[in-house]
């Protein structure tokens, strides 16, 4: 009969199984359940919350390097004697009076505070507070499929007394990523130079959502790819890292960041990939002595590779002659006779291809 209150921060995880230790998650926001309902839904991501603390100098400049690596992105907060700053990506557009920071990772992985100079982005006062929190995140093995977490260790009170509540995750933890290899950096970096950070074309736009953190695939329409959408239109298909669908967090995020960077005709929608499954069956011959069981096992193998997320793209067809070349390629297998697909499969520009249902026959080569 009275709300519950659950407040931000709140720690959710994946139970630890033998010597896999439990993965934590944070809530985002407070949220409560009210009177006379049971659930409500929020946001959350991956990491432990960790704080640093440091003494202001009263410098231009002043740089405060984090005690942790592996900082989830987006995740860093600042005060300054309990005074919120703002962290910025640059300081370009901050004034002398402008409580911003910004932050600067190197190739360790390390994590500096940048403070401005009074004129792009203000000093703090000498023997000031500083206080930073952030998350550091386990990355990719923060994505997992859904209902698995479920451990809730905060206890949460209404007026004083314990409530038993329970958690669970209703769509999977997607946009765990790796820091950014240095391949990729020299891969995104000429495109996203060009952009200038502003987006104006469409290559603009795709290289700035293929270097947004958690985003492992972005397909940028316009008109000569979907008749529907409007010149002053522009929608953004992303797929995240560890495959999907983007988590509302993920979406949410590169919306604003795009926003801050479009032009001022333009309206950007961020949609979801639609996965197609490709459904393959076929006759696999194999020669004399070679056990069937491991020739079917290295099939499958081989099918789940070609067909593995980080492999495909979107708009990807799936050629019969590749999927022939493949099986007949396996160790053991004399030759193959694909009954399906019985063409080649062509996509959307916003499907991406998956496995789909497999039937594999063995028969010995007469």
């Known amino acids: ?191 996203v130079l060009r952009s200038t950070w502003k987006a104006v074309t469409k290559a603009d736009y795709q290289a700035l959502c293929e270097s947004f953190p958690g985003v492992a695939k972005a397909q940028v329409l316009d008109l000569n790819d979907a008749s529907s959408i409007r010149i002053y239109t522009v929608r953004v298909v992303i797929a995240p890292e560890g495959g999907g669908a983007p988590s509302p967090i993920l979406k949410a995020d590169l919306y604003t960041f795009l926003e801050a960077r479009r032009m001022v005709t333009i309206d950007i929608f961020v949609d979801e990939p639609v996965y197609h499954p490709v459904p393959v069956s076929a006759t696999l011959y194999i020669y004399n002595g070679q056990d069937s069981t491991q020739v079917l096992q290295r099939a499958q193998s081989a099918l789940d590779e070609y067909f593995a997320f980080t492999r495909q793209s979107f708009g990807g067809a799936v050629y019969t002659s590749d999927l022939i070349a493949l099986l007949d390629g396996v160790n053991g297998v004399s030759h193959v006779v694909l009954h399906n697909p019985v063409i080649d499969v062509t996509l959307s520009p916003r499907e991406i291809a998956i496995l789909g249902d497999v039937n594999l026959t063995i028969e010995g080569v007469r």
């Not at 995880?13 to 439990?22: L, N, S």
Request: aromatic share 4%; with cysteine.
């Open 1 to 191: 009969s009275t709300p519950i209150t659950i407040p931000a921060g709140t720690i959710c995880r994946v139970p630890a199984e033998g010597e896999i230790a439990a993965i934590p998650f944070e809530t985002m926001a407070a949220i409560s359940i009210p009177a006379g309902q049971t659930s409500a839904e929020v946001d959350a991501w991956q990491g432990v919350r960790k704080s640093d603390t440091a003494i202001a100098s009263g410098q231009a400049l002043q740089r405060i390097m984090l005690s942790k690596t592996e900082i989830a992105h987006g995740s860093v907060s600042v005060s300054v004697d309990d005074i919120p700053w703002q962290v910025v990506e640059h300081f370009a557009d901050s004034g002398p009076a402008d409580n911003h920071v910004r932050l600067d990772c190197d190739g360790l992985e390390r994590t500096t505070l940048l403070f401005g100079d009074n004129k792009a982005g203000a000093i703090s006062g000498a023997g000031q507070s500083i206080n930073v929190s952030y998350l550091v995140t386990t990355g990719p093995s923060g994505n997992l499929a859904p209902e698995r977490i479920t451990e809730l260790p905060t206890t949460i009170k209404v007026n004083g007394i314990p409530v038993i509540i329970s958690v669970t995750n209703p769509i999977a933890a997607t946009g765990g990523a790796e820091s950014e290899s240095h391949e990729h950096a020299r891969t995104m970096a000429p495109a």
